[in-house]
């Protein structure tokens, strides 16, 4: 079940994504370069709040966009 909580997750990542001027297929090709096997459209349903972000993925993202964990779980 998707709570709201990972639809705002969802939000923030695409949001640090957008003032990053990234595209979903740039951030893509990036975790998979640090081994994070994340497709664009993987990507996009986490953005969305429709499938949940392991904890590797996290600290991928987390490396990728250069941004704290407050920043991306801050509701």
């Given at each position: 079940?998707?709570?709201?909580?990972?639809?705002r997750?969802?939000?923030?990542?695409?949001?640090?994504?957008?003032?990053?001027g990234?595209?979903?297929e740039e951030?893509?090709?990036?975790l998979?370069?640090?081994?994070?096997?994340?497709?664009?459209?993987?990507l996009?349903?986490?953005e969305?709040g429709?499938?949940h972000?392991?904890?590797?993925?996290?600290?991928?993202?987390?490396?990728t966009?250069?941004?704290?964990?407050?920043?991306?779980?801050e509701?």
């Open positions: 079940m998707i709570t709201e909580y990972e639809k997750l969802g939000q923030n990542l695409r949001d640090i994504r957008i003032r990053q990234l595209t979903q951030v893509s090709a990036r998979q370069i640090r081994g994070c096997d994340v497709t664009r459209s993987a996009a349903k986490i969305a429709q499938r972000l392991y904890p590797q993925e996290l600290k991928a993202l987390r490396e966009f250069r941004v704290t964990y407050e920043e991306i779980l509701h």
